[in-house]
């Protein structure tokens, strides 16, 4: 029923828990680290909208707060996970402001933009 969510899921799981060494290229961006935390909960929270709308189930306000605490549980999740199962990674608070915030910039975005296709429909 959500197979861009899964998807994006497990490739957030892979990446978040992989023992990735340092990126050259990111070495020249400030705070790359976060801007890719950012991204990537962004990307999945945008997919959960994307999957919600294509199974046309209706934007309860329930479902709201679920499609934004859902992806940020998850950050919460990989952080806890790389501080305490990893000893290559490191779990940062910083980290998951950074994944809070992506998810908070897909979920305002989804939100407006399911309003906007739920009015126009009727």
């Known amino acids: ?9 497990i490739a957030v799981c892979v990446l978040s828990l992989a023992p990735i060494g340092r990126v050259e290229i990111a070495s020249d961006v400030p705070f790359a680290d976060k801007w890719t935390h950012m991204v990537m909960y ?9 999957d919600t709308w294509r199974a046309r189930l ?3 306000r329930l479902r709201a707060v679920a499609l934004l605490l859902c992806p940020i549980a998850l ?4 952080e806890v996970m790389q501080a305490y199962l990893t000893t290559y990674r490191s779990g940062e608070w910083l980290d998951l402001m950074a994944d809070a915030l992506g998810a908070a910039v897909a979920w305002c975005t989804g939100i407006a933009v ?9």
Do not use: E, Q
């Open 1 to 9: 029923m959500y197979p861009l969510t899964i998807i994006l899921t």
């Open 42 to 50: 962004a990307a999945l929270t945008a997919a959960v909208f994307a």
């Open 58 to 60: 209706p934007l309860t």
């Open 75 to 78: 950050g919460a999740l990989m």
């Open 114 to 122: 399911m309003r906007r296709a739920c009015r126009s429909t009727r």
